[in-house]
């Protein structure tokens, strides 16, 4: 059994109308085609962020080497690479 995606296709002038909620339906996943004057079609697509990375503090690093079932692991992975 294949799985379809839904696609919708608005003229320019019908996506202008609705344009918040055309915008709205794209970022919850919805596949939102906007066609041209001269036929073509535009895709709106969401831009995926990626959420800032903040560097771990000195205690939490030290904190990282007091887990055993961690330091086991990497000790396991290290004789395996041997």
Known sequence: M???TCVKVLS???AEARFTAICEEAMAGEVI???LANKSL???TPV???PK???LSDQE??????DE???AFENHCGKASD
């Open 2 to 4: 294949s799985h379809l």
């Open 12 to 14: 320019v002038e019908d």
């Open 33 to 35: 085609r906007l066609r």
């Open 42 to 44: 535009l895709e709106l």
């Open 48 to 50: 995926v962020t990626i």
């Open 53 to 55: 990375i903040t560097p």
């Open 61 to 66: 690093l030290a904190n990282s080497y007091l």
């Open 69 to 71: 079932d961690w330091a």
